[in-house]
C-alpha cells in the first residue's frame, strides 16, 4: 500500500527533485543585456564616397557622413540613390545612423535587396526600403520602390502570401507609440536584418516592422545597398547617413 509517507519519500528522491535542489544552488542571472556589435564591417570611409555611386548634383560627402540634398529649385528627374557598389548582400545586418532635415514633405530611406533600373535612368533602384520622411508618418515602414508598395506599415507585423497582396498578422504597438522613439531633425539610428524571406526594421533599438515575404514572384532575396533621395517639387531636404556598417549571415 502506497501510504502518504512513501509517497512523499519517493518525490523527495526522484530526478525533478533533485533538479529543483540544483536550481535552488545556482545564482540568478540577471537579465540579457545588449547585443555585443560583431562583424560588422564599414562600407563607407567617412571622407570619400569611395565604394558609392550617386548623383554628383546631389551627393557629396560632409563632416563624415554621405550628404544627399534637394531645393524647391533643383530636383531630380525622379528618386534618385546613392547607390553601395560593394556587392548585392543576401542575408545580412545593416546599422547606420541618420538624419533628414528640411521643410514641407522630405522624403527618403535605405534601400536594400534592391536591383538598379538603367532602362529609367541612371541611380534609380527597385526594390525593399525602409521607409524615412520628416513627418513621421512613414518612418519605420516597409516599402517597395517601384514595385508592390506598402509592405508593412509602422507596428505592423505582415505576411505576403504568394501572388497576392500583404496583410497584417499581428502587432508590434501602437504607430504613435513607436513613432516616440523616432527623434525630429536629429540622428538616429537605423538596423535592418535580412534573413531568408523575413525582413525586420528596427530604429534607435525599437522593432518598428516586419515582413515574411512568400511571394516568390515578387521579392528579392538579395540585391544592393542605396540611400534615397525622393523627387519631391515643393520640399526641400538634407539627408545625412554615417556609421554605415554591415554584417553578413
Known amino acids: 500500500m502506497l501510504t502518504i509517507a512513501r509517497l512523499l519519500a519517493f518525490i523527495a528522491c526522484s530526478p525533478v527533485a533533485l533538479l529543483w ?44 557622413a554621405i550628404v544627399g540634398q534637394t531645393t524647391e529649385e533643383h530636383q531630380p528627374k525622379q528618386n534618385t ?23 514641407n ?8 535587396r534592391s536591383v538598379e533600373l538603367p532602362d529609367v535612368a541612371k541611380w534609380v533602384l527597385k526594390g525593399y526600403q525602409a521607409d524615412i520622411d520628416l513627418k513621421q508618418q512613414y518612418t519605420g515602414q516597409v516599402y517597395e520602390e517601384r514595385n ?24 508590434l504597438g501602437d504607430t504613435g507609440e513607436l513613432r516616440k522613439f523616432i ?16 525582413l525586420i526594421q528596427l530604429i534607435n533599438g525599437h522593432v518598428m516592422s516586419i515582413v515574411i515575404d512568400d511571394d516568390s514572384a ?10 534615397q533621395l525622393h523627387r519631391l517639387s515643393h520640399a526641400a531636404m538634407k539627408m ?3 556609421h554605415i556598417r554591415i554584417k553578413t549571415l
Open 105 to 112: 514633405d522630405g522624403n527618403s530611406g535605405i534601400q536594400y
Open 148 to 171: 508592390r508598395g506598402f509592405l508593412a506599415l509602422r507596428g505592423q507585423i505582415s505576411y505576403v502570401p504568394n501572388g497576392k497582396h500583404a496583410g497584417s498578422v499581428g502587432s
Open 183 to 198: 527623434k525630429d531633425g536629429d540622428w538616429n539610428e537605423i538596423h535592418i536584418i535580412a534573413r531568408g524571406n523575413t
Open 81 to 103: 540613390f546613392c547607390i553601395w557598389k560593394g556587392g548585392q548582400p543576401a542575408d545580412f545586418e545593416l546599422k547606420a545612423e541618420y538624419r533628414l532635415t528640411g521643410i
Open 21 to 64: 535542489r540544483l536550481d535552488a544552488q545556482v545564482p540568478q542571472r540577471s537579465p540579457v543585456g545588449p547585443l555585443e556589435e560583431t562583424g560588422f564591417q564599414s562600407i563607407f570611409d567617412g571622407k570619400t564616397l569611395n565604394g558609392w555611386d550617386g548623383d554628383p548634383d546631389f551627393w557629396r560627402v560632409e563632416d563624415g
Open 218 to 227: 515578387n521579392r528579392k532575396m538579395n540585391g544592393e545597398i542605396g540611400i
Open 240 to 242: 545625412e547617413t554615417r
